[in-house]
């Protein structure tokens, strides 16, 4: 078999194996969900539902509450240089617009899904 046979039989196979993934994964194939950072952000945002006593404050001289921090979850970059892992918690650190305001925010959920499946707002600062 020569070269112009196999790079064709090679090409017509990709083709197929392409459009067969796109027809089985859809827009998941193509918008990234499936990303690491968009696989946090979708866990934050469905399951933020505390807030600690620091982040109490700080929401309190904002003009916003936890429902106007989690809707802006979906647009907020998620920092991993800046999170910190221990051994029972993750502490996420989030850049984002919250009601119109620049803000920084952390939230902490715990790494075992089994004993605790909420995140809690930890603190929320200005930038």
């Known amino acids: 078999m020569d070269l112009q046979r196999r790079l064709t039989l090679y090409l017509f196979g990709l083709i197929i194996g392409g459009g067969m993934a796109y027809f089985i994964y859809g827009e998941r194939l193509t918008s990234g969900a499936w ?21 109490e404050t700080a929401l309190s001289t904002w003009p916003a509450d936890l429902e106007a921090v989690r809707k802006s979850i979906p647009s907020a970059t998620v920092s ?12 996420y650190t989030l850049d984002g617009v919250v009601d119109g305001k620049p803000a920084r925010f ?22």
């Open 80 to 91: 991993f240089k800046e999170s910190v892992r221990t051994d029972d918690s993750i502490y």
């Open 106 to 127: 952390v939230i902490v959920g715990l790494r075992d899904f089994d004993r605790d499946s909420t995140a809690t707002l930890w603190s929320l600062k200005a930038r």
């Open 35 to 55: 990303l690491p950072e968009h696989k946090v952000k979708q866990r934050l945002e469905s399951t933020l539902l505390k807030t600690a006593p620091q982040a």
